[in-house]
């Protein structure tokens, strides 16, 4: 028996003690009694079985809220429902089109870490870790232990003095002094070295290429010391004032 059928044959089942049988003459009820007598016979379990659960009536009442807002909003828009269709559509190649511009959003460091860790190793064990990371297409991972590695040489070479606690960039900076030819490119080397490790960018096989060009084009880099800067400065002083 279903819930309907259910409720329309069970309430005059119901309140036939009340009526009388059908061969006998109708019984007037007054009206309280008789609603009474309805509300207890509904109420038993029997005509609820089917009724849907609670995940259920909270999921139509949601349902039934969006299709009012997109009725409201297909009402409110220029062509109704096509209309929005066509809207939405807009906004979607919209937001599409300036990802695919712009890119991921590029986070800015929320601090300048350092290079190296706790662990000292020598440039040579940087690059077999650079090479070995882009062996496996782990370009973020090679490229971090190839601008290690440029640091690391350097400072082998004497060129830097030894400092755990340096960035990236400031090895860009005082590098720069005694490799200028160089100063744009360790730059970068320093700032795709951030951008991958603090700024949530990818790095690729051509940024990659980039730093370990730089790697052997300083190892072949003759540098300028103080000392010999102090010289061709005071040479040159001296040639123009004869």
Not at 1 to 6: F, K, L
Not at 45 to 54: F, K, Q, S
Not at 113 to 140: I, K, M, P, V
């Amino acid at each position: 028996m279903s819930p309907t059928g259910g409720v329309l044959t069970a309430v005059p089942t119901a309140l036939l003690s009340l009526t009388g049988s059908g061969d006998q003459p109708p019984v007037t009820i007054p009206r309280d009694p008789a609603r009474e007598a309805a509300r207890r016979e509904l109420s038993k379990r029997m005509y609820h079985e089917n009724d849907p659960g609670l995940f259920q009536r909270a999921l139509n009442a949601v349902l039934d809220w969006v299709d009012r807002l997109l009725s409201a909003a297909a009402s409110a828009t220029p062509g109704g429902a096509l209309g929005l269709v066509v809207v939405v559509l807009a906004v979607v190649a919209v937001l599409g089109a300036l990802w695919w511009r712009l890119g991921t959003p590029r986070r800015q460091p929320v601090s300048a870490a350092t290079l190296f860790d706790d662990h000292l190793r020598s440039a040579a064990e940087h690059r077999a870790a650079a090479e070995a990371h882009a062996a496996q297409g782990h370009w973020n991972q090679a490229l971090q232990e190839r601008v290690r590695a440029v640091v690391r040489a350097l400072e082998e070479r004497a060129l830097l003095d030894v400092r755990p606690g340096r960035t990236a960039d400031e090895a860009a900076a005082e590098a720069g002094r005694v490799l200028p030819a160089h100063t744009d490119r360790l730059r970068a080397a320093a700032l795709e070295f951030d951008d991958v490790t603090y700024g949530g960018r990818r790095a690729t096989q051509a940024s990659y290429d980039r730093i370990a060009d730089l790697d052997r084009d300083l190892g072949r880099a003759k540098p300028i010391l103080a000392a010999s800067a102090h010289s061709t400065a005071h040479n040159t002083r001296q040639g123009a004032a004869e």
